[in-house]
């Protein structure tokens, strides 16, 4: 971009403000080196899941707060697992565990409230191997991160010539790793419309068609999320029971496994 045209990309600028004359939308920008507006005639605003030009356009956001709480970490991985990913189905709750490269592991521990503040790659070392008996070593861990779990799903993703992307359109649980992936192939499926703008064509139905597309994309990646999550939640030990006996036999057929395997990587 920058060899076609070096002032196409503009950093440190923060945009503060949209307006839209029906024909054009400019944005108000802060940042020493810029003017102060830019005009187009289409404005992506990919801005996260606190989106200010969302706000701006008056778009309504359908929230969700969810039960969930995870702490995850990355560790060298002694396991002997080798390439496979592990789902252990525990009474306190899912611990799930995905190779990496370089001969490293990542684990991720349902939690029933948020993490202690402070908790380090000790106490995750620790809950790992009360629930699973493997313990990672906590001198190799090079990824902490503690999160609780929400989704939000803009109510529209166009609002007169602007369009949301990524996580200011639709934020997603991070379990089963969807979000920004939901928003790579949005920003795949915009390109058109960026193009037909570009050459001053009228892009509304095109504009509704992506609207359609994307939002019925983040439902299902929100819903197979949700049953992800659900999956992982802790059951009393007889339902527990009766829960993993019944995943494990589904799990002994070929075509279920490859399902369920699937499913969980929301593939
Ligand atoms: C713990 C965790 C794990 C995750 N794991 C995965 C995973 O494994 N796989 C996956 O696909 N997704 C994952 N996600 C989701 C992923 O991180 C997000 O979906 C993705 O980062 C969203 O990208 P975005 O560009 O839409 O928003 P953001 O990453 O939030 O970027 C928005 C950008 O806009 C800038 N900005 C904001 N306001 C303004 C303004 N007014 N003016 C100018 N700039 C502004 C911000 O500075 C920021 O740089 C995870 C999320 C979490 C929390």
């Known amino acids: 971009m920058l060899a076609l ?21 400019t944005v108000a920008v802060e940042g020493a080196t810029h003017p102060g507006s830019a005009t187009g005639g289409l404005l992506v605003a990919a801005d996260g899941a606190r989106s200010q030009l969302r ?19 990355d560790f060298d991985d002694g396991t002997g697992y080798g390439d ?10 899912i611990v799930e565990s995905f190779p990496l490269p370089g ?20 106490h995750l070392a620790e809950l790992v191997r009360r629930r699973t008996g493997v313990t ?36 997603i649980s991070p379990i089963g790793g969807q979000g920004m992936n939901l928003g790579w192939l949005g920003a795949r499926e915009l390109v058109p419309l960026v193009c037909a703008a570009m050459a ?13 597309s994307r939002r019925r994309a983040a ?31 589904a799990a002994a057929a070929p075509a279920v496994n490859l399902w369920a395997a699937r499913r969980f990587t929301m593939q």
Request: no cysteine; hydrophobic share 40%.
């Open 200 to 212: 001053g064509k009228t892009t509304g139905s095109m504009l509704r068609e992506f609207e359609k």
């Open 103 to 122: 001969g490293v592991r990542r684990w991720v521990v349902r939690l029933g409230s948020p993490a202690a503040p402070g908790a380090g790659a000790d």
């Open 5 to 25: 045209d070096p002032g196409a990309l503009i950093r440190g600028a923060r945009v503060k403000g949209v307006t839209d004359d029906g024909g054009k939308v």
């Open 55 to 73: 706000s701006a356009l008056g778009v309504p956001v359908a929230r969700k707060v969810y039960p969930d709480h995870y702490m995850m970490g």
């Open 84 to 93: 496979k990913a592990v789902l252990f189905l525990e009474p306190d709750g």
């Open 136 to 171: 990672p070593d906590p001198d190799t861990n090079s990824m902490l991160s503690a999160f609780s779990v929400r989704s939000g799903l803009a109510r529209r993703s166009v609002a007169g010539r602007s369009v949301l992307l990524g996580d200011a359109a639709h934020e």
């Open 219 to 249: 439902v299902l990646a929100r819903r197979q999320a949700e049953i992800n999550m659900m999956l992982g939640r802790p059951l009393p030990r007889p339902l527990l029971r009766v829960r993993t006996a019944a995943m494990g036999a």
